[in-house]
């Protein structure tokens, strides 16, 4: 490689790092510019003071505040501009922000729609047992069949989250009450999103929770789950898969 393909193949990195990075460079300019305004505001005050404290002093009588203006504006055009860069700075993080989440809501849409494809072709060719199969091979290798906490008393499960890959150990009974008091949110509100159900459930809320869910405005009134025994092949303790019959979608901000 010689030194122009160099430059250029550097240039480039240069380019995706600023273009991945700009919304945090954006933010941290805006910092520095708050500070600067303070900073530029505070300095030229002393000498803003006698400026006017001068004009008083010539005129005899107080000044209008359109005089105070014209006394001392030229003092503030620079903390103005640091101000007024300052407020470009944070309005264009914001809108970097909002771009980068509507790229990763139709990325998660678009991966969502494959899988769907995906599970609906593999159940017209091979049937639903075999769905079901692979299904449950991956939850055996996934699932978290030995937990740190398992001291806990009987009668407590391991049960397993399919999106999020999460598993903890809970009474049946536990599962179903976060289920309910979660519809019950859905219900009133017309919406819920699937870090919710997380919360309910005690699982790590996720970034794509926050994002995808259920809406009414689908037509879905209720979401409905279902816990699926997955036996472990080596006769260790089994899971109990969340399924949940209505996939969670992409949630516009219309429908909420």
């Not at 005899?60 to 903390?79: F, K, W």
């Not at 998660?108 to 494959?114: C, E, F, T």
Request: aromatic content about 10%.
């Amino acid at each position: 490689m010689n030194l122009k393909q160099k430059i250029y193949r550097m240039c480039g990195k240069s380019r995706l790092y600023l273009k991945r990075s700009s919304p945090t460079i954006l933010c941290c300019v805006a910092a520095v510019g708050v500070v600067g305004t303070a900073v530029a505001a505070v300095k030229v005050t002393p000498k803003a003071m006698k400026l006017l404290e001068d004009a008083t002093d010539e005129k005899g009588t107080d000044l209008s505040r359109t005089e105070i203006v014209l006394t001392v504006a030229h003092l503030y055009i620079p903390a103005a501009a640091i101000g007024a860069g300052t407020i470009f700075c944070i309005f264009g993080a914001n809108a970097l922000n909002k771009q980068h989440q509507a790229r990763l809501m139709s990325a998660y849409a678009l991966l969502r729609n494959y899988h769907k494809e995906y599970r609906d072709k593999l159940i017209e060719l091979h049937g639903e047992e075999a769905d079901a199969e692979i299904r449950n091979a991956m939850i055996r290798e996934h699932c978290n069949f030995h937990p740190l906490d398992s001291d806990v008393p009987d009668g407590k499960v391991i049960f397993y989250d399919e999106i999020s890959g999460e598993s903890i150990m809970r009474y049946e009974r536990e599962v179903i009450d976060a289920e309910y008091h979660f519809n019950r949110n859905f219900t009133m509100r017309g919406y819920a999103f699937l870090n919710e159900f997380y919360e309910f459930l005690g699982l790590p809320m996720t970034e794509y929770g926050g994002t995808v869910g259920w809406s009414m405005s689908s037509g879905i009134m209720w979401v409905d789950f279902e816990h699926r025994l997955i036996d472990n092949d080596d006769g260790g303790t089994a899971c109990y898969s969340i399924d949940m019959v209505f996939p969670p979608e992409v949630l516009e901000e219309w429908e909420c």
